[in-house]
């Protein structure tokens, strides 16, 4: 008997679902936005992005993107030396944030049939990076032991002479441009359940390049970054005020 009325209750669930939601997506020609965060191998980063249809396979977007990156030896810990609620990062010499203006393409592997199948894309994208450079700053105290002041990393400030990390906003007067450019390739797998519902997870890499050396870290400067990332979006398909000339054509496989 609990077994019977199991069955018909999730028979019931079933098609309660079945008739509340989609069974067929058409997307083809929806225009969409949205925004993402990113955390990868060497910092983290947001985004928004505004694209169209192409055709049924082939979507282009535009995005704009702020990211971090840092060093992966730059490390926080404890001071040994003082006993302090605050880490220090021994070794740091500035923090990098970068702003990117990008075009990309999607291209549809795995097409979504319904609300339980995934869409399946490949990603890519390139444009124009515009990085800032901070300096980081130090609480310290001198050899003696006679006085504190703030100062920046240099190869004779022994760790024992740092108390903490100074304010973030202390160096933001230093902060130097530097330009440059990037590209992406990734995977995205999208599963909204609703046919006008965008929300994917998206892995990739990036590679990024500057014309001026990068230091992060005391005694290492480079002009590149490449990285793996895992990105996380949520947005909506919405209709095209364009009316692409596709959606009066039959599709083609």
């Given at each position: 008997m609990i077994k019977k009325t199991f069955l018909i209750l999730a028979s019931l669930l079933w098609i309660s679902i079945a008739w509340s939601q989609p069974l067929n997506f058409q997307r083809s020609f929806l225009d969409f936005f949205s925004i993402?965060?990113?955390?990868?191998?060497?910092?983290?980063?947001?985004?928004?992005?505004k694209g169209f249809s192409v055709n049924r396979y082939t979507r282009r977007y535009y995005a704009i993107e702020i990211t971090s990156i840092k060093d992966?030896?730059?490390?926080?810990?404890?001071?040994?030396?003082?006993?302090?609620p605050e880490n220090i990062f021994y070794g740091k010499v500035n923090d990098f944030f970068d702003l990117r203006v990008s075009y990309g393409r999607q291209n549809i592997l795995v097409e979504k049939k319904d609300r339980r199948?995934?869409?399946?894309r490949i990603i890519s994208s390139f444009g124009p990076a515009l990085g800032f450079a901070k300096p980081v700053y130090y609480n310290a105290i001198d050899k003696t032991g006679s006085y504190t002041y703030e100062t920046k990393f240099t190869e004779d400030l022994l760790l024992q002479q740092i108390l903490n990390m100074a304010p973030f906003y202390k160096g933001l007067d230093e902060i130097k441009p530097n330009f440059g450019g990037y590209g992406k390739i990734g995977i995205s797998f999208e599963h909204a359940k609703t046919e006008h519902g965008l929300s994917s997870l998206e892995v990739g890499a990036t590679f990024t390049a500057y014309l001026l050396p990068v230091q992060l870290i005391y005694g290492h400067r480079q002009n590149f970054?490449?990285?793996l990332y895992i990105e996380y979006r949520l947005g909506k398909f919405y209709p095209s005020r364009v009316r692409h000339k596709e959606k009066t054509q039959p599709n083609e496989h």
């Open positions: 993402g965060a990113r955390v990868s191998t060497n910092g983290w980063g947001l985004s928004f992005r992966p030896r730059s490390i926080k810990f404890s001071n040994p030396y003082y006993i302090t199948s995934l869409e399946i970054f490449v990285n």
